[in-house]
């Protein structure tokens, strides 16, 4: 069973994407963009205090008319975070996402942010391991089993 460490672990998981409280949610969309990723976590130092994703841009600033050049992450951030550790498996991550209608984890051990999964890593890992499961039974079957 994949765990979050297994994910991390993978050479395509790019830097942490984070910015502090006072960077404005521009900054924020212009780091997403550049990355191509659909959230930043708000850090003040090692300090987590929240995450801002592409459905707090929709519904905190363009159905309210908020400008993205004025507006603070502190602001319109999701401070009320989920967080998961890194011996977790992609199973109980996949419950929690679906429970709290997620997309997006920060990983967390002992108070020091180790990085982001999101549901499209957990699906990748997921098929990954259904995969190696299905041509481990297809050799059993054609008898190569050592």
Request: proline share 6%; no cysteine.
């Given at each position: 069973m994949p765990s979050v460490s297994d994910i991390l672990a993978t050479p395509d998981k790019r830097?942490?994407?984070?910015?502090?409280?006072?960077?404005?949610?521009r900054d924020a969309l212009q780091l997403m963009a550049e990355r191509n990723i659909g959230s930043v976590l708000i850090m003040q130092g090692d300090a987590l205090l929240g995450i801002f994703?592409?459905?707090d841009y929709a519904r905190k600033l363009a159905l309210k008319g908020l400008a993205s050049a004025d507006t603070?992450?502190?602001?319109?951030?999701?401070a009320k975070l989920y967080v998961v550790g890194p011996?977790?498996?992609v199973q109980e991550c996949m419950g929690i996402m679906t429970q709290a209608r997620l997309?997006?984890?920060p990983v967390v051990d002992g108070g020091q942010v180790l990085g982001l999964v999101s549901i499209g890593d957990l699906v990748n890992a997921q098929l990954?391991?259904?995969?190696?499961?299905?041509a481990q039974m297809e050799s059993y079957i054609a008898g190569n089993m050592a």
């Open positions: 830097a942490l994407a984070a910015l502090p409280p006072d960077a404005t949610v994703t592409e459905r603070l992450l502190a602001d319109v951030m999701t011996r977790q498996t997309r997006h984890l990954a391991e259904q995969r190696f499961l299905i």
